[in-house]
Structure formats: C-alpha cells, structure tokens
C-alpha cells in the first residue's frame, strides 16, 4: 500500500476508537453477570461508549466527503464503520433491557455469551489495528464465525431453560428479549467481520 496522507490516516485512528469502544462495552456487559453489578452505572456507561462510536462514525463520513484519495473502497469504509457502531449501539441495547427489566440473576448462559462477545470485541480490535498493512488478518472471520457460533450455541440453551416451565412465564419473555439482543450484538460483530473480509479480499 502506498504510503498514508494524513486524511487516510486519520480513517484507521476513527476505526480504532470505535473498535477500543465496542472492546470497552463487552467489557462492561460482562459486568452484568455478577450478582453485585451497578446495572444503572453499565447502562449509563454503554450510552456514554456509543456516543464515541457514533461520534467516529460522523468523523468517518465527513473525511470521505472531504477526501479524494481514500486507503480502501469508499463503500467498504462506509460498511466498516457502520458496522463498528452498530455493535456498540446493540452492546447499548443489551445494558439497557437489563437496567429496566432487572432480571433477579442472569443466568449461566448470559455470562457464557458476553464472555465470548469479549473475545469478539478483543479479535475486532487487533483486526482494526492490522488494517494499515493488511497483514494477520487471514483468519479473522473464521474466528469471529466460531464464536459467533459457540454464541448461538449458548443462545439456543437458554431459550430451552426459558421454555422448559421452570421460569415464570412474564421473567422468560424479559430474559428472551435481553438474549435477542446479545444475539443481535453477535451478528454485528459478524458484520464487521465481513466487511473486514471485504477490504482483505478486494485489497489485500
């Protein structure tokens, strides 16, 4: 890749703050599991992280109508950005329900699943990091793939503990929405995975 113009730059800086947010948000929805979590401090924390990933996506818009040169397919950045803050506005949706619906516990499944969403924000991140050089990233989707689906895994358990007569009815439709929105969290990490992909394929 040719060397960088400052305005290329500045795209991998605006991709990196939103991947260190979306890394930041799993960290606190993995506080939620514990018996003794703040779930007002998360949520408020989670909306404080998605105005910094909405803000880099703003500044990722308004360099691209700035720039002529861009480092990859102005279409494919748009689509990495997107991505990015769509993880942190789903994270956002997740620490939300939990705050109003204050479920009495989440249940083993929950903590199984934002274990892995912290897995995901961290591979998300380094990747972010590789964009520049286009290097060590041949693995990356896989990777994002394989948790997506040990996620899903933990989702499906948790629909069958829902449905199994064990829980009341009015707790099990809380608890299937917040798992709706951990599930959507995944998929958006799948999404940047795929542009990700994207950008090693048609520029790699």
């Given at each position: 890749?040719?060397?960088?113009?400052?305005?290329?730059?500045?795209?991998?800086?605006?991709?990196?703050?939103?991947?260190?947010?979306?890394?930041?948000?799993?960290?606190?929805?993995?506080?939620?599991?514990?018996?003794?979590?703040?779930?007002?401090?998360?949520?408020?924390r989670l909306v404080a992280l998605a105005e910094v990933s909405d803000a880099?996506?703003?500044?990722?818009?308004?360099?691209?109508?700035?720039?002529?040169?861009?480092?990859?397919?102005?279409?494919?950045?748009?689509?990495?950005?997107?991505?990015?803050?769509?993880?942190?506005?789903?994270?956002?949706?997740?620490?939300?329900?939990?705050?109003?619906?204050?479920?009495?516990?989440?249940?083993?499944?929950?903590?199984?699943?934002?274990?892995?969403?912290?897995?995901?924000?961290?591979?998300?991140?380094?990747?972010?990091?590789?964009?520049?050089?286009?290097?060590?990233?041949?693995?990356?989707?896989?990777?994002?793939?394989?948790?997506?689906?040990?996620?899903?895994?933990?989702?499906?358990?948790?629909?069958?503990?829902?449905?199994?007569?064990?829980?009341?009815?009015?707790?099990?439709?809380?608890?299937?929405?917040?798992?709706?929105?951990?599930?959507?969290?995944?998929?958006?990490?799948?999404?940047?995975?795929?542009?990700?992909?994207?950008?090693?394929?048609?520029?790699?």
């Open positions: 890749m040719a060397k960088l113009k400052p305005k290329e730059k500045a795209y991998f800086a605006q991709f990196s703050t939103a991947a260190h947010a979306a890394q930041e948000a799993t960290a606190a929805i993995a506080e939620l599991g514990g018996a003794t979590a703040d779930r007002a401090a998360v949520a408020e880099a996506y703003r500044s990722v818009l308004t360099t691209l109508r700035a720039s002529f040169v861009t480092p990859f397919d102005r279409t494919e950045i748009q689509a990495l950005s997107r991505g990015l803050a769509a993880v942190v506005r789903r994270l956002e949706a997740v620490a939300g329900l939990v705050h109003l619906l204050d479920p009495a516990r989440m249940p083993d499944e929950f903590n199984a699943m934002a274990k892995l969403l912290v897995e995901a924000a961290t591979a998300t991140e380094d990747a972010v990091g590789k964009l520049r050089k286009l290097k060590g990233l041949k693995h990356h989707h896989e990777r994002i793939t394989q948790l997506a689906g040990e996620a899903e895994f933990h989702r499906r358990l948790m629909l069958v503990w829902l449905t199994s007569g064990e829980v009341d009815p009015l707790d099990a439709i809380e608890m299937r929405a917040i798992s709706d929105e951990v599930g959507a969290a995944v998929g958006a990490f799948v999404d940047v995975a795929d542009a990700v992909e994207t950008v090693l394929i048609t520029e790699g």
